[in-house]
T-cell receptor
């Protein structure tokens, strides 16, 4: 059974720091991986989607990488800002096509001004 | 603009009442999902649908029921609300192959008193 783990569970950094959030999964046979952001009491906002054939995706200050063979993905946030404070979730979809995501437990990020 | 909408955004209701949480999407997606999330906790899949007249129970047992009579509409119903149903309910949709990942609604925060 696929399990998704995110480390660290919580992270507090000063504004301007570059940071890395980690996501690991136990079964490397994934279809794709999606990173989300969730603000308190709100829904999930999609940040980046990486297909199984891709190594990385970039959007603005965000860069997500995928290493299927080792069961890992990282989300890199450059020059962090207080507005980046949120919970970040990764989710993997499995092969064959159950076409559902399995979510990690999330990393709660706080960027201090 | 293609999107996914959940109403109401917040709901406070008394024990024993029947409630329906609405979820609609304008993207023509085949697949729709309901997740339940307690504050600070993981997302749990409670229902999903692969298309019209298709509904399945998710990984977490729920006393709620769902229907999918139209592609764009996936309402969730609680016949008799209890305080244990207090939670946030998140609706998501995707195309058949998760080509673009999940799109989430803003969520409904339900409080049963």
């Amino acid at each position: 059974k696929q399990e998704v783990t995110q480390i660290p569970a919580a992270l507090s950094v000063p504004e301007g720091e570059n940071l890395v959030l980690n996501c690991s999964f136990t079964d490397s046979a994934i279809y794709n991986l999606q990173w989300f952001r969730q603000d308190p009491g709100k829904g999930l906002t999609s940040l980046l989607l990486i297909q199984s054939s891709q190594r990385e995706q970039t959007s603005g200050r965000l860069n997500a990488s995928l290493d299927k063979s080792s069961g890992r993905s990282t989300l890199y946030i450059a020059a962090s800002q207080p507005g980046d404070s949120a919970t970040y979730l990764c989710a993997v979809s499995e092969v064959p096509g159950t076409y559902k995501y399995i979510f990690g437990t999330g990393t709660r990020l706080k960027v201090l001004a | 603009e293609a999107d996914i909408y959940q109403t109401p955004r917040y709901l406070v209701i008394g024990t024993g009442k029947k409630i329906t949480l609405e979820c609609s999407q304008t993207m023509g997606h085949d697949k729709m999902y309901w997740y339940q999330q307690d504050p600070g906790m993981e997302l749990h899949l409670i229902h999903y649908s692969y298309g019209v007249n298709s509904t399945e129970k998710g990984d977490l047992s729920s006393e709620s029921t769902v229907s999918r009579i139209r592609t764009e509409h996936f309402p969730l119903t609680l016949e008799s609300a209890r305080p244990s149903h207090t939670s946030q309910y998140l609706c998501a949709s995707s195309d058949h192959y998760l080509s673009y990942g999940y799109t989430f609604g803003s969520g409904t925060r339900l409080t049963v008193v």
